[in-house]
């Protein structure tokens, strides 16, 4: 089960890497603006999500210049990186329509639903990366779909932003 497990989890990164490779570029030349000037990078993530902003905020590697977004007070000089694990998340969606209606750039990382008619992340967000993930990985022997990771691929998403921002930055040294 674990080999198939990690075939799967290997194909998903794939799939993001891949289909997000402009979106990854974009979004972190959008959140580099932040410390590259006068504002803040802040940090959402919507239920399991909060675990990225842990990574970015506590982690090993963090990112010294990343703050929690906790509807604190920002400015336009400020960026938002947003977590959830679907584009229609109702906190997820009124955190970003608050930002789009204050002026505030952002990206938001997300698996991409249809939002019957809806708000959704991808419509809303400067820029959007799709983590590709609606279902579980493995199939049981109903027919159904488990092993949902969510929270890994949101954490493969942010280090590949977390690198990009790194070398974004170091050429402005």
């Known amino acids: 089960m674990l080999k198939m497990f990690t075939t799967q989890l290997t194909g998903l990164f794939k799939r993001i890497q891949d289909k997000g490779e402009f979106s990854f570029e974009d979004g972190a030349r959008l959140l580099a603006q932040a410390p590259a000037g006068d504002g803040i990078l802040y940090i959402y993530g919507s239920r399991e999500m909060k675990a990225v902003s842990f990574e970015a905020i506590e982690g090993e590697e963090k990112l010294d210049f990343v703050r929690s977004y906790d509807g604190a007070e920002i400015t336009s000089a400020d960026r938002v990186l947003l977590f959830s694990r679907f584009s229609t998340d109702k906190d997820a969606v009124t955190a970003a329509a608050e930002l789009k209606d204050k002026g505030i750039l952002f990206t938001a990382?997300?698996?991409?639903?249809?939002?019957?008619?809806?708000?959704?992340?991808?419509?809303?967000?400067?820029?959007?990366?799709?983590?590709?993930?609606?279902?579980?990985?493995?199939?049981?022997?109903?027919?159904?779909r488990f092993g949902f990771p969510s929270s890994i691929a949101a954490l493969f998403v942010y280090f590949g932003l977390k690198f990009t921002i790194e070398e974004i930055l170091a050429e402005y040294e």
């Open 109 to 144: 990382v997300s698996s991409v639903v249809d939002a019957d008619g809806g708000p959704s992340l991808d419509n809303l967000a400067d820029v959007h990366i799709d983590l590709a993930l609606t279902k579980g990985l493995l199939p049981d022997e109903e027919g159904n």
